[in-house]
């Protein structure tokens, strides 16, 4: 086991529970620890750099819950995940919606789904690790690596930032607020690092989440305010439809404002699995179609005039 190895503490009352979780993780390459006590899980996050807890929700000295909140409070970057019965998943779905909990998984559980959950744990504790005190070459990089699992977004938070910046130039903003638009941009989707295909493929709620996983590892990594807002609420809409705090009009953060023209725009001009490209007519055409309900209808025509004078500039 490597020395950099991740630590992952399980907490369970049930010595047979933690017997089967040490022997789905045999030949993991994590270094795992159990307790079945709540108050030794809390001195092992004290003494040790523990990447990733997992706990039960229902113990006898300490909720689940309640447990995760302390250990948030000792180490803000360690991962949680609550382990959960049927009878407990409403408390479940509040915590990750709360931002308490990143996810949760039931009894009896699939062992590859366990598996795959502390993996994917494990890789949003190294993101958030990857972005304490990186520059912006690395933090690009690190974006650049986000979209490695899918081949068609390749270059979709350059560009971006890229569209981004132009119109935040436009509007004469600060350089402090100029640099939090462009790492923002280039951040916006970190919060699906980790998520599986098949979660991101599906439309339903939970991956409506990752803008809020998102917008919490850039936080506990002092990326700034600004930067912060754009990975939270760049999903939100001008109408208040969007999520994941339903912000309407200029309650929205102008950085978040900004950069969500910028991500449909690209969106639209880029294929995805689902559909092919439109042409930037076409793309146009749906920007005017949301102004006013995606988005900020002023932004919109500044950035659909900054393209055409770019358009003409390049004839």
Same mark, same amino acid.
């Given at each position: ?5 991740d ?5 369970? @009352?049930?010595?047979m529970? #933690? &017997?089967?979780i040490?022997?789905?993780f ?5 270094r795992?620890?159990?307790? *079945?006590?709540?108050e ?5 996050v ?7 807890v997992?706990?039960?929700q ?5 909720? $689940?819950?309640?447990l %995760?909140?302390?250990v948030?409070?000792i180490?803000?970057?360690t991962v949680?995940?609550?382990l959960t $019965? ?13 931002g308490?909990?990143?996810?949760? /998984?039931q ?9 795959e959950l502390?993996?994917?744990a494990?890789? &949003? ?5 990857s972005l304490e005190?990186a520059d912006?070459a690395m ?5 650049e690596?986000?979209e %490695?699992?899918?081949p068609?977004t390749q270059?979709h938070?350059? &560009?971006v930032?890229?569209y981004s910046?132009r119109m935040a130039?436009i509007?004469?903003?600060?350089k402090? %607020? ?5 790492? *923002?941009?280039?951040?916006h989707?970190?919060g699906? /690092?980790?998520i599986?295909e098949s979660?991101?493929?599906?439309? *339903?709620? #939970?991956v409506?989440?990752?803008?809020q996983? *998102?917008?919490?590892?850039?936080r506990l990594?002092d990326?700034?305010n ?5 990975? #939270?609420?760049?999903?939100e809409?001008?109408d208040g439809?969007?999520?994941p705090r339903?912000l309407?009009g200029d @309650?929205?953060? #102008?950085e978040?404002?900004?950069?969500a023209?910028?991500d449909?725009?690209?969106?639209v001009?880029? @294929?995805r699995?689902?559909?092919?490209k ?7 055409a749906i920007?005017?179609?949301e102004?006013?309900?995606a ?7 500044l950035? /659909?005039?900054?393209?055409?004078t770019?358009?003409e500039l @390049?004839?």
């Amino acid at each position: 086991m490597s020395a950099n190895a991740d630590i992952v503490l399980f907490v369970d @009352d049930e010595p047979m529970i #933690l &017997r089967s979780i040490e022997r789905v993780f045999l030949n993991s390459p994590h270094r795992i620890m159990t307790t *079945g006590d709540a108050e030794q899980a809390l001195e092992i996050v004290k003494k040790e750099p523990v990447s990733v807890v997992v706990s039960d929700q229902r113990m006898p000295k300490m909720q $689940g819950i309640e447990l %995760l909140e302390k250990v948030k409070e000792i180490s803000p970057p360690t991962v949680k995940i609550l382990l959960t $019965g049927y009878a407990d998943l409403a408390t479940a779905v509040r915590a990750i919606n709360s931002g308490e909990v990143f996810r949760f /998984i039931q009894k009896p559980w699939e062992d590859a789904e366990l598996a795959e959950l502390v993996e994917s744990a494990c890789s &949003r504790f190294a993101l958030q690790r990857s972005l304490e005190g990186a520059d912006e070459a690395m933090l690009l990089a690190i974006a650049e690596m986000i979209e %490695l699992k899918d081949p068609l977004t390749q270059g979709h938070c350059k &560009r971006v930032a890229e569209y981004s910046i132009r119109m935040a130039e436009i509007l004469t903003v600060d350089k402090n %607020l100029l640099r939090c638009i462009r790492v *923002g941009a280039w951040l916006h989707d970190c919060g699906k /690092i980790g998520i599986p295909e098949s979660i991101l493929n599906y439309t *339903g709620g #939970l991956v409506r989440n990752h803008s809020q996983w *998102g917008a919490e590892v850039v936080r506990l990594a002092d990326m700034g305010n600004e930067a912060t807002n754009v990975v #939270l609420c760049h999903h939100e809409r001008y109408d208040g439809t969007g999520y994941p705090r339903q912000l309407r009009g200029d @309650d929205i953060p #102008l950085e978040a404002r900004i950069v969500a023209v910028a991500d449909m725009y690209d969106a639209v001009t880029s @294929d995805r699995s689902y559909r092919k490209k439109r042409t930037h007519e076409e793309a146009v055409a749906i920007l005017r179609q949301e102004q006013g309900r995606a988005l900020d209808p002023v932004l919109t025509q500044l950035f /659909i005039d900054m393209l055409s004078t770019c358009r003409e500039l @390049d004839q």
